[in-house]
C-alpha cells in the first residue's frame, strides 16, 4: 500500500503535469454491487454525482493528506482518493494497464488510475469540509511538518501505552502517513523491536523513532517512493527507496548496522509482517 513518501510523490508528479488543467470529461469501469449506496465512485449512481461536479472543472492543485491525493477544483469541490493497496496515478500513458478511471484533460492528454486489485477510493466532498468530512477527520498530525515536535510524537504514541509499537506506529488516528515498509525501517534506524510495549520505550529510543521517522520518510520521498510492490509514480516509473531497506523484507540476510552482526528476522504483528534485527533491536516490555 502506497504510503507517505508514495503519494507525497504521486502529489508532486500531479502538480507538475495536471495543475491548471481542466478536465473535458471522466470515464471509470469500477462498478460493483457491494457499494451501492456508498458514497465512492463504485456506485454507479454516485459516479454520475461525481461526473456532474468533475466535468469542466479546473484543476487548482494537489495535495496529500496521510495516505489521501487531494485533487482540488475551481468549483469548490475537493477530489480524495486513496490509492490502498495496488492503485497510483498516471499522465498520458495511453494503454496503461488496469486503468479503472480516466481524466480526459483540456490538453488532449489523460490523467488514469491504475488499480489493479481494484481495492482504491474515490469519493468527492466540497473543499470547505474536506478536512472535517468522514474520509479524514479520523487522521492523526502529520508528521513531516515543522511543527510536529518529539513532544507531540511521544504524546500521540502514549495514547497507546500498552501497543505494540510496530502496530501503534501504523495507527492513522495516531501519527498520519506511516506503515508497514517505513514502521520497519525507523525501528531498525531506532533500535527497538517491533513487539516492545509503547509505555516501556526509554526516552533515548523515543528521541531516536522521532528522528527515524523524519530521515526515513524524508529519504523515501527523495528516491521517488518504494516500488518493491506495484506503486509507480507519475510517469509509470519506478520509486527507488526498495533499494536502501535495512530491515523490510529483507527475512535471512545479515543485518547491515555497523558492527552488528545480526539477523533480519521476520514476525507477525496482528495480521501485519514485520521484519527487525535479532541483536541490535531490543524488546522493551
Known amino acids: 500500500m502506497p504510503e507517505l513518501p508514495e503519494v507525497e510523490t504521486t502529489v508532486q508528479g500531479l502538480n507538475k503535469t495536471v495543475k491548471g488543467r481542466r478536465i473535458k470529461e471522466v470515464e471509470t469501469s469500477y462498478n460493483s454491487a457491494y457499494h451501492k449506496g456508498k458514497d ?5 449512481k454516485f459516479f454520475k454525482h461525481f461526473k456532474s461536479l468533475v466535468e469542466g472543472a479546473t484543476i487548482l492543485k494537489a495535495q496529500r493528506r496521510a ?15 486513496h490509492m490502498k493497496m495496488t492503485g497510483h496515478f498516471v499522465y498520458d500513458r495511453p494503454e496503461y494497464p488496469f486503468a479503472r478511471m ?6 488532449g492528454k489523460v490523467l488514469s488510475l491504475s488499480d489493479m486489485r481494484k481495492f482504491a477510493k474515490v469519493t468527492i466532498v466540497e473543499t470547505k469540509d474536506v478536512e472535517k ?5 479520523h487522521l492523526g498530525p502529520e508528521p513531516l511538518t515543522s ?6 510524537f511521544k504524546t500521540q504514541l502514549l495514547k ?35 513487539l516492545s510495549t509503547t509505555s516501556k520505550i526509554p526516552e533515548k529510543n523515543f528521541k531516536a523513532m522521532f528522528k527515524a521517522m523524519k530521515e526515513v520518510l524524508k529519504k523515501g520521498i527523495d528516491l521517488g517512493g518504494d516500488s518493491m510492490s506495484d506503486y509507480r509514480n507519475i510517469e509509470g516509473e519506478r520509486g527507488k527507496f526498495q533499494d ?14 555497523k558492527g552488528c552482526g545480526g539477523t533480519i528476522r521476520r514476525l507477525v ?10 541483536k541490535h533491536q531490543k524488546l522493551y516490555e
Open 40 to 44: 465512492n465512485i463504485k456506485d454507479p
Open 133 to 137: 468530512c468522514l474520509h479524514l477527520e
Open 67 to 81: 495516505k489521501n491525493v487531494l485533487i482540488h477544483l475551481s468549483n469548490g469541490y475537493t477530489i480524495i482518493t
Open 244 to 257: 536502501h531497506h535495512r530491515a523490510y523484507r529483507r527475512t535471512g540476510k545479515p543485518c547491515t548496522k
Open 269 to 278: 504483528v496482528g495480521t501485519r509482517s514485520a521484519h527487525f534485527c535479532d
Open 160 to 194: 497507546r501505552p500498552k501497543g505494540k509499537i510496530k502496530t501503534v506506529l501504523m495507527d492513522q488516528t495516531l501519527v498520519a502517513g506511516i506503515g508497514n515498509i517505513y514502521s520497519d525501517e525507523i525501528l531498525w534506524r531506532a533500535d527497538v523491536h517491533p
Open 147 to 152: 511543527d510536529f515536535k518529539l513532544i507531540n
Open 102 to 107: 480516466s481524466f480526459k484533460l483540456d490538453n
